[in-house]
Nanobody, 125 residues
Framework: QVQLVESGGGLVQAGGSLRLSCATSGRTFSILAMGWFRQAPGKERQFVAA????????NYADSVKGRFTISRDNGKNTVYLQMNTLKPEDTAVYYC??????????????????WGQGTQVTVSS
């Protein structure tokens, strides 16, 4: 079983930065693809970014390309999301997710893989 715990959310002004962390339990972290998703009030959960098991491949939603960076530290069983130049439309609950297949992680549903409980990010204008 894999457990995911997000941290690092908060309130920030537009143009600011935040770094989210997702700590993962279990000895299988190094072979899992990891991803970040977000869900704004009244909207469906959407893919944000993903990284493969080695960190050598990444994938981003168009809306965050050039502003967000996903990375991982397999020694610490942790994945990060560095968010720069934040916009009010980035306001959402951010979820960490894990799956075995990097190629399909962007289309994960809540019934697939493993999910954290989420951390709130609020960007004020």
């Amino acid at each position: 079983q894999v457990q995911l715990v997000e941290s690092g959310g908060g309130l920030v002004q537009a143009g600011g930065s935040l770094r989210l962390s997702c700590a993962t339990s279990g000895r299988t972290f190094s072979i899992l693809a990891m991803g970040w998703f977000r869900q704004a009030p009244g909207k469906e959960r959407q893919f944000v970014a993903a990284i493969n098991w080695s960190g050598g491949s990444t994938n981003y939603a168009d809306s965050v390309k050039g502003r967000f960076t996903i990375s991982r530290d397999n020694g610490k069983n942790t994945v990060y999301l560095q968010m720069n130049t934040l916009k009010p439309e980035d306001t959402a609950v951010y979820y960490c997710a894990a799956d075995r297949q990097f190629s399909s992680i962007a289309t994960m549903t809540s019934k697939d893989g493993y999910w954290g409980q989420g951390t709130q990010v609020t960007v004020s204008s």
